[in-house]
């Protein structure tokens, strides 16, 4: 994974990631930015209070430790402008948002973020907004469903439960030619693995919470964009009065430290094990994008520079109950929502009831792994006790 990141310097991502955000020399020499709290900032005089030239105006839009979180997430995606939300969801919504016009009408993916879908359905149809869900693998054929009152395509690469991989360059340069902007939600990749302004995109949408903070221990949600759409979204992050305290943009930035590595890592292990677990009788199938033979593996590696911890396999046909002593032996796997800390988790989903452009269908019951930074073997072992569980 070392390797340039497209910085002026011409430096790699490790370095970036442990330098960006962070100035201890304008802080006393302390190694990491200070946690700044506050609501009310004091002018210097009048002049000042009426021009309102100071670098913060008030506690709400910003303060020294989530500029520094903006500044720091702007140059890894390599976009033009980040802002923050209280979490991934409060992103994906605010952008949504911010495309919503009564009359228009949104491109999503059929295999989004189920949350990001239920604000869809619930608010942006409210509001006169016509949503359409389309096939994750429609590629350039997006073109076809693109209308002259089209006002974003929303992509999510790979979908975080079924994990279809996009092809977006073709659906990018379908949109582009119509001038219609392109958001992907990032969060499984995080601009680590996933270059998404490189492919054509104009917008990406992140759940920090993940990977981004990795320790289980904050929410927040960041929305880069480029130079052409960061004005619109920028006021509707203004007039929505979205804020992030600045302890979650410390643990953010504590968490950037050591992304790159955490990252490769997740991949590493996550692999190895998707590997054995192919080779499982109990196992049906494994959806994996870095899976040699798994669908959409030629996109990934064709756009991915690495893959996450998180991934999804079919059991071969099982009832309930048995699934159910399969988790419950778990010793180390967690049963809990979220991802991209470091710990191993799994839950059981379904996902048949949210789709609309496409069918899921599944030969047994589906269960998504998040692999953390445990041990393989030992992790291994631990899904051994749910199999023998399993057999009963």
């Known amino acids: 994974m070392t390797g340039q990141h497209g910085s002026d310097e011409d430096i790699s991502v490790e370095t970036e990631a442990t330098q960006l955000g962070r100035d201890p020399h304008r802080y006393f020499g302390f190694v990491n930015m200070p946690v700044y709290r506050g609501s009310t900032v004091l002018y210097p005089n009048a002049e000042s209070l009426e021009s309102r030239d100071v670098p913060y105006t008030y506690g709400r839009p910003s303060n020294p430790t989530t500029r520094a979180l903006e500044e720091a997430l702007t140059k890894l995606e390599g976009g033009a402008q980040t802002f923050l939300a209280p979490s991934g969801l409060s992103a994906v919504s605010t952008l949504l948002l911010t495309y ?163 990252l490769e890592r997740h991949y590493k292990s996550a692999l190895a094990m998707a590997e054995w677990l192919a080779a499982r009788p109990e196992v049906a199938r494994v959806i994996h994008p870095a899976l040699p033979g798994c669908p959409g593996h030629d996109l990934w590696k064709r756009d991915f520079l690495g893959a996450s911890g998180l991934f999804t396999i079919i059991l071969k046909p099982q009832p309930k109950e048995a699934v159910r002593r399969f988790l419950n032996a778990l010793q180390i796997f967690g049963m809990g929502y979220s991802w991209g800390g470091y710990e191993s988790l799994i839950v059981p989903f379904d996902c048949s009831h949210s789709r609309t452009a496409t069918k899921w269908q599944a030969e047994g019951p589906a269960l998504r792994l998040h692999i953390g930074l445990e041990d393989v073997g030992d992790l291994k072992r631990d899904l051994e006790r749910g199999f023998a569980a399993l057999a009963g």
Not at 205 to 215: C, F, P
Request: charged share 20%; net charge neutral.
């Open 100 to 262: 919503a016009e009564a009359g228009g009408h949104i491109l999503i993916t059929d295999s989004a973020y189920f949350p990001t879908r239920r604000f869809a359905n619930k608010v942006l149809k409210r509001l006169g907004v016509e949503v359409e869900y389309y096939d994750p693998l429609i590629g350039g054929g997006i073109a076809a469903l693109i209308r002259p009152n089209t006002k974003l395509v929303f992509t999510e690469s790979p979908g975080s439960q079924t994990f279809e991989v996009q092809d977006i360059p073709a659906i990018c340069a379908a949109a582009r030619g119509r001038n219609v902007p392109v958001a992907i939600d990032n969060t499984w990749a995080t601009p680590i693995f996933l270059r998404a302004f490189d492919l054509g995109v104009n917008i990406t949408v992140t759940a920090a919470t993940k990977y981004i903070v990795g320790h289980a221990d904050s929410l927040l949600g960041a929305i880069t964009c480029d130079a052409a759409t960061a004005p619109a979204v920028a006021a509707t992050h203004e007039t929505l009065g979205l804020c992030v305290n600045g302890e979650d943009a410390f643990l953010a930035l504590r968490g950037l430290r050591t992304l790159p590595v955490r």
